[in-house]
């Protein structure tokens, strides 16, 4: 199953959650576990904080401190977006959760969220649900 997603700014994080869940939901999947891949090289899935939105900039700003968006990368020769390749391929692009009693098994706190680098534009997520035998 997959679903699109639009961001509106060049860097951010969404809350998918809901919409994982729905997907959940409507497959009927009571035990066992779901991965959910984005299918591109320049945004990332993670697994945050969504309380507090302030967490999501944090980490965004954090990366522009690790990974400068302008650096003198050799790929940005061809479309300037070293960066967001690069914060893509260390945040990974997709995660394995728990389904339990047909619901996301996430702390209090945890939210699944995609990460833009090079937005805004529209992404593709990929669901894949693996029922408990
Ligand atoms: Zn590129």
């Avoid at 497959?27 to 984005?38: A, D, I, Q, S």
Wanted: proline share 5%; aromatic share 4%; charged share 20%.
């Amino acid at each position: 199953m997959e679903f699109s997603i639009s961001s509106s700014r060049m860097q951010e994080v969404i809350d998918i959650t809901a919409k994982v869940q729905a997907i959940i939901d409507k497959n009927k999947v009571l035990e066992g576990l779901c991965n959910v891949f984005t299918l591109h090289s320049t945004a990332a899935v993670i697994i945050s904080e969504n309380y507090d939105p302030n967490i999501g900039t944090d980490l965004l700003n954090v990366l522009d401190r690790l990974i400068p968006q302008k650096a003198g990368y050799l790929h940005d020769r061809i479309d300037s977006n070293a960066h967001a390749h690069i914060k893509s391929a260390i945040l990974g692009a997709g995660k394995t959760l728990p389904i339990q009693e047909g619901k996301l098994r996430l702390g209090q706190w945890q939210s699944i969220m995609l990460a833009e680098f090079d937005g805004p534009r529209s992404r593709m997520v990929h669901v894949e649900l693996l029922p408990s035998p």
